[in-house]
C-alpha cells in the first residue's frame, strides 16, 4: 500500500507565500508521477501541477509563474512553492502519486487560505 502526507496549509495574506510538502511512504515504483490538485468549495477538484520522476512538469495557466513544482526523489517527496497567493487561491490541496498500473493514490488534504 501507498501513503501520502501533505503538509503546509494555513492562512496567509494575499501576496504571501506556502510551501507546501507530500511525502510517499510505501511500494512506491520508478516511472511515476506527483501532482498537487486543489478543490475550492463548491468547485470540483483540478489540476494545479504535476511532475514526473525524470523531471518533466506542468504548471495550469492560472499558476504559472507563482507556483513551482519540485520533487526529491529519494526522500518520496513532493514540494509546492506557492508565492504571490491571491484569494482564489484559497482551496484544500490534495497530493497524488500516479503509478499508473500500480495504481492511484490521494493525500488528506490540507487546507490553504488566501485573506486578509
Sequence with gaps: QVQLVESGGGLVQPGGSLRLSCVASGNIFGGNIMSWHRQAPGKQRELVAAMSNDG?????PAVRGRFTISRDNAKNTV??????????????YYCNLNQFTRGTYWGQGTQVTVSS
Design 79 to 92: 514540494y509546492l512553492q506557492m508565492n504571490n497567493l491571491k484569494p482564489e487561491d484559497t482551496a484544500v
Design 56 to 60: 518533466m512538469t506542468n504548471h495550469v
